[in-house]
């Protein structure tokens, strides 16, 4: 059940039966010389809509722009501060938790959100907490899963690519979107075939670092195959875990 | 040309030949009892799939989530404040012109956003004006455009719907996401058949003054095929306008 | 009445009988070769007089500052950031409803703030619906009003001033204030006569397209009769309007 | 000179001579039985009428509404935040420095405003520090002046009187208002006598320790003729200290 | 009672009996040429341990950083813009309160944090008179004490010191910390012996006008004596104080 | 090098040598029945000790107060929200920028703050990745580790304590505080021995959850003598960790 596709009573119906929502969350930012720019959104997206056809979950829109500020040296990428980001994140939350959500399943694209996300988890909580929260409100409960941290995209990764998965433009990651998107793949040559690795700090520096973008992958490797092995082998790694998590006492 | 799909190189490539760039912006609401709570992010949505048929323009990721307070008395209603929205249309912009875009042009799809992204856009044009931007960055311009603003859809509507089309949950928006997602159409009687209509304060003054979220419309009447109507005669007029947009000197 | 000359002790009997308030809101930024810096906040000041004498409302203080951004490329212009602006509004308003007030009617002079009051009162009213007023608090309701919306005014600038009127630093507006300060009406030679029209961004493209600051008016055609006129056929409409809000069920 | 009924050409001329702005700030809020809401911005607004004469400096709008939570719960009174307040005078005073004024005298009514006004000083000079500030900017001076700080005004409190002078609703302050607005004088009993004195907390402690609203001081005592007294004998020595910043090397 | 080497039941217990809390604040900046970077913050703790000694309170960690923007043109000098040290004791505050603090007592040791310490006790206020605090919490109360404010202090300064005691890299802070850390004593030339006095703007000028950092003072007279005697005479007079404020009704 | 008992003619000569800082960073919050409320601010400064005596390098006040909005059951706990905190960690790494140094090494104490204070490191990165700090300062670096990420501590824990070590109000941390604090050590049963795991969200449930503080572990096995063996295992490698930072080209 998508929540852009329906109407307020029939959210209304689904609260009978639920309080947990599942919320995609990925970013925009340059993904090399083969990845899309909306890689991190579109993944989440895609795994959603797994997720959604094994458990009926309803799936609010995607926050399609995250905290990319390392990117901005690559055209197209989007980036919102940090304390933008867990605005945005509260006031998502809070809204829902009007209408009696109470569990709330962000589906994750993108490492770089990872920290910003859990501060914003914790400057909800610290409504409650400090007694800025109403006080009848049932606590809220906040989740943060990256779509490939389950065993059989590890799994899968491995075996496929290796150590030419990388840490961003991963294969896997780029195999996904082919596997979403396949009429837009792209081919391009990789020099050197595996990117260099190192730490994250501002735009230019990464930009000097990681002069393609990529970091520690060879994304041509991808292909929409390996995309549809991976979502046939996270599917039910991730429904089972919303599952876990809408339906824990 | 989408963002999302796109590659940073692609998007360098783009910038050689243009500085403007269309974000559609909407929001998530309830529209009534046959309208999707997805309707004015939708809406914006399916229009710039024609203006960047027409155009060739860039289109980034749909702002999907907007303005809203009032309706959060409706599930699945879900809003920003005004102040995160500010937060989020700056940030937006800002990387944007970091790679060298220097017209913003928000198609818009939710009469509640106006008040706030106008606002935005001074947030932004007074870091110039105060000193607080870089320099030696080109004057930034910005536009909101809602889709409904053009000969055509005002005469499709009047002709179709005329006293019914309202002021929320319109039967021209309705119609345009039931040519957009024609699978997904709702039936549902409506009671009084012409919704009331008057003034918005917060949320639950507005659930007590408009009972099932409609605000003088008979979304009923709704139809995709008035939504073709409404797509066929608005994409030009909106083309054109943001080719003006684009091109001023 | 005027809050600044009354004791609390007569504000107390005032909410006795009324629980609605005006407050005068304007902006201090430049009005061409021949109007006041402070056109824009006088003349909403000026209307309010008219209004109270007409009603007997209670008149909070001008807030003379708002959003002028675009007028910094010229002297003596001030603004308020919009965030800054909608922190001042929703003090002002929290402040008065901790009284008893309910209704807030904003006498506005300038254009330029529009977007951003709007922006403010949906932040009000957000935190109603988002559950962080006081759950106790009636419903609060807010207007905002230009002065120049209403039958009278737009007949006399059209009879008077035809095209000559304008958008900025128009012929009413000063004449408006040369009425309520005629012993500081200022001359000056226009040139060209009628000033250029066009979009409006930061300052220092305002400055490009409005060398003097005027756009579309020529104010030189300004008197205090025509001020004088227009306080006259202006204040009975904005005391109904005022009254209207005040009263509406 | 003031800034509301100038011209910006009128500004740019005085820029020629002068870098110094003097800014009259004050609150709103609840003076007692017999002192006006806002006696603590029509205080300074009175004294710079006076400086203005005799300096000829500019004079720039009333910031009417300070730093006043201990007092809405009495009717009338407003407050903005302390965070709000000093985005007020930071965007003043940088809007002011992009025309090139360099001085800021803010001519304070309000005890309860020293405290926050002077933190915002600290916050826009720590624009400078920390770098975020137009390097090419001449280096900002602020300076918050109370208008009965000094010996004139001192000695005429205490020999008028003395130890019913108080530290609320002034004698003096209240004198002050009777002379700039003789027409508007109340009278009211004072019971007791003489106010209560103690700490400022929030707003429900300060109602319960000041019932009526005044610390300390018995304002039946207050008179138009010692306002005049106090304008006459306070004039010169603000005119003076007004002089010696703006001219400070 | 030190709270850092506390367990929450004997906090559970401290309350019992006292619903007051002492937290020493500071600074972290220059002091000269033989004044500890930490003076400010370790004056205040030094002396919080005489008055834990005499009292029994319970001594918050130190906040060890607080506004002190007009040193940052020396090396080592940390400031907290006024809206982040706002925001710091906010937090802080309304976290004790949730335990059932009511009284809280900052002991300060740098007159750079006045201002907005005490802006910021509005801003605490500010919530509970704007209705935003839990309505069911009792009304808090704050003080800040500078540590050099009572007589023994006082007299001390003068006999010592006199005309060379300053007013920043005092004779008598320094004096303080070298008591306090005898084996950290600097010794330094003082050119000229007592340093140039005038006001504070932003750290380039007050580095132009105090380029050793000194302000007023010869602190190459301080001692470990002196400073000994300074914490003999002050402590029973700060310990009275936080008595008085801790009982009084 | 203490930073605290330094002059900034001290710190100008040791960034002579080097550009990196050393912050002890960590929290005021419950440790369950034996463990101190300062734990993880005390943790990291021991720590620090231990690397300043290796290293030699410059150690900034620790940073006391953390993210720890889930303790706020247990009295003596206190939360910087984690926008607060973030505010801060970009207020100390811009001010120490001003004086040039480059690196930011936080060494930490306590898990709750590792997403906020990476999320404030995008935040500081972010100014200059949207072009809003000094074009001319260099790229900074930031990293945060925490004290027991190294083998020695994960060895010396799973030797001494298996799977009592806990998750919160561990053995390793009493042990250390109970090195560096022998005279403050507690006994306290603990009931049940090893205390529930599970997550987190806000404060009531937590304390729920985890009825004495602590999460999964038994620390009355914590002790001194450990203490000094995690210490002294510890600091080489957090040196060498510190160094490698530091030097890293």
Known sequence: MYLQLSTWQEVDAYLEQSKAVLIPIGSTEQHGPNGFVGTDALCPEIMARGVEEATGCLVAPTLSIGMAQHHLGFSGSITLRPTTLIAVVCD??????????????????????????????????????LGKADPDRPALRCRLKNWWENEAVQRISRQRFGAAEGGHATCSEVSLTFYGYPQHQKNAAMSPEIAPTGPIYDSSDFRKRYPDGRMGSNPSLASAEVGKELFDGAVPALAADFRAFADAP
């Open 92 to 129: 998502v939350v809070n809204s829902l938790a009007k209408h009696g959500f109470e569990r709330f399943y962000f589906l994750n694209g993108h490492g770089g959100n990872v920290a910003t996300v859990t501060a914003a988890f914790s400057e909800l909580y610290a409504e409650a907490s």
